[in-house]
């Protein structure tokens, strides 16, 4: 049944959305600013607009996981596509800039959903012994999405404009939505609709499961702080250093490559030899690369440590989903996921406030190494706790869960 599971039965249910969704989001992120400023928003709005999926999807999570666990994974994922779809078809119209503004608000909530239905889905159906490798390529087929969006989307908008690219999105939202309503739920633990006496409030899961929650999921928003700050650090200390915007592109890209071919081994690594072995690599190797990239001054120092932290990027591919599946309940599954997820965004989202904030008061190269040190510790405190918390210890027979 697992080897069914992982090669025939749910790859295109479970990866194929999510694959077809990333696609229009990748099309769409490099133009949200653009597109703003296609409708005379200065400069500095026009970044603002970068950040409104971001904020919105973070005030969406908790929400989110009560959506899925109310209506069930397959009906949040038809509802996901559908309702990303209206609303990137409103910022291809939109008049304004309110219009757009509201429509790439829009996009927050419908992106949060259709990433826990997906989530919550893979954390009931996979054995518990493959459930990392699950993760992991879900995750990887959501970075491969993110990397062809603006492949597909720039010939796209070389002729029609910026604002062009959210029609790939209406697309790819339509054709998920389609997928997954087309898909029925494989395996006999995929969750559908729950019942009033059966649904867990969202208060009450925090309090059953906060020992994990400040464990583990504070280690996952340090993971978070990490990942993200090298995205803001990178091209800061690039350009402090006097590399041009098209070097930093390429460095990014090397990293990028290198981080899509690891998300199946790293997978592999976690079931067959515990999450800890990945986990606290990430930190370690993210960390090590904040902490050394101050001294680098040339194209090659610079390129070598971005590298260096790609590879511990890469190896996360799907690391925080998977310490949140071997987290989660079965009663209140959903809702839990919708926790977990709000803590790796503290971390994302927090990642510029503290770069900006010591990069304010004494330099970038010093806000580098401060996040480098936090995501060090960030690893020192997962070494701790995550042993506790090894599904392979914790769970009975092949296919049930830890924390069920």
Request: aromatic share 6%.
């Amino acid at each position: 049944m697992a080897e069914e599971f992982t090669l025939r039965r749910i790859a295109v249910p479970a990866f194929g959305p999510s694959a077809i969704w990333s696609i229009g989001a990748g099309a769409v992120l490099p133009v949200v600013a653009l597109s703003a400023r296609d409708l005379g928003a200065p400069v500095g709005l026009a970044a603002l607009f970068v950040g409104l999926a971001t904020l919105s999807e973070f005030a969406a999570a908790i929400p989110a996981g009560v959506v899925v666990e109310r209506i069930g994974e397959r009906r949040a994922l038809v509802l996901a596509g559908v309702a990303d779809a209206a609303a990137c078809l409103l910022a291809l119209l939109a008049p304004s800039l309110w219009v757009l503004g509201l429509a790439v608000v829009l996009t927050g909530p419908s992106g949060a959903v259709f990433l826990l239905a997906r989530q919550s889905y893979l954390t009931g159906a996979a054995p518990v012994h493959l459930r990392a490798r699950a993760m992991s390529t879900l995750g990887g087929v959501t970075r491969i999405g993110l990397f062809l969006g603006p492949l597909v989307g720039a010939p796209v908008v070389a002729h029609w404009g910026p604002r062009s690219a959210f029609a790939i999105a209406v697309v790819a939202g339509l054709l998920a939505a389609a997928l997954a309503a087309w898909s029925s739920d494989l395996g006999p633990r995929g969750s559908g609709p729950t019942t009033a006496q059966d649904r867990v409030p969202v208060r009450e899961v925090v309090r059953r499961h906060r020992r994990v929650l400040l464990t583990v999921g504070l280690g996952v928003l340090g993971i978070g702080l990490a990942r993200s700050a090298r995205v803001v650090v990178v091209p800061l200390w690039a350009e402090h250093v006097g590399l041009t915007a098209a070097q930093t592109s390429l460095v990014f890209a090397a990293a990028a490559f290198v981080e899509v071919v690891l998300f199946w081994p790293a997978g592999t690594v976690m079931d067959r030899h515990g999450r800890v072995w990945v986990a606290v690599p990430v930190a370690v190797l993210v960390g090590l690369g904040l902490v050394v990239l101050p001294l680098t001054t040339t194209l090659v120092g610079v390129a070598v440590v971005t590298l260096l932290m790609g590879v511990g990027n890469g190896l996360g591919s799907g690391i925080v989903m998977t310490l949140g599946a071997d987290a989660a309940p079965r009663a209140g599954r959903a809702p839990f996921l919708g926790v977990w997820r709000l803590l790796s965004l503290v971390g994302h989202n927090g990642a510029s406030v503290v770069v900006g904030a010591v990069a304010a008061v004494a330099s970038i190269g010093t806000a580098s190494v401060v996040v480098g040190v936090l995501a060090l510790a960030g690893g020192g405190w997962l070494w701790r706790w995550l042993p506790e918390h090894d599904p392979r210890r914790l769970a009975g027979p092949p296919g049930t869960g830890a924390g069920e």
